[in-house]
């Protein structure tokens, strides 16, 4: 499915998503949380490259964010987000 969406449940009432997989040009991330969270996100490349990272403060409810990968190379990638001590690990594919 090209809007493969992967949501996961994490301790203390938070949920992400990472989508779409594969993507080409924009990878979005959605946290639901109930509380405001210190949140880290950092993209991997297969070779422990970093490609990407962010440190911010969520709100409680939704926040989004759009991270553009229209530069990175064509291959597997592993985006981490850390909410507090929570973490969520995802496989994602860019392609063009």
Same mark, same amino acid.
């Given at each position: 499915?090209?809007?493969? &969406?992967?949501?996961?449940?994490?301790?203390?009432?938070?949920?992400?998503?990472?989508?779409?997989?594969? $993507?080409?040009? !924009?990878?979005?991330?959605?946290?639901? $949380?109930?509380? $405001?969270?210190?949140?880290? &996100?950092? =993209?991997?490349? =297969?070779?422990? !490259?970093?490609?990407?990272?962010?440190?911010?403060?969520?709100?409680?409810? =939704?926040? !989004?964010?759009?991270?553009?990968?229209?530069?990175?190379?064509?291959?597997?990638? &592993?985006?981490?987000?850390?909410?507090?001590?929570?973490?969520?690990?995802?496989?994602?594919?860019?392609?063009?």
């Amino acid at each position: 499915d090209l809007m493969d &969406v992967d949501e996961q449940q994490l301790p203390g009432n938070v949920v992400t998503n990472v989508f779409p997989n594969p $993507a080409n040009k !924009q990878l979005n991330l959605t946290l639901n $949380a109930e509380n $405001a969270e210190s949140i880290h &996100v950092t =993209i991997y490349n =297969i070779y422990g !490259q970093l490609m990407f990272n962010e440190t911010g403060t969520s709100k409680p409810g =939704i926040t !989004q964010k759009n991270i553009n990968i229209t530069n990175f190379p064509n291959g597997t990638y &592993v985006v981490k987000i850390s909410v507090d001590s929570k973490i969520f690990n995802h496989k994602i594919v860019k392609t063009d």
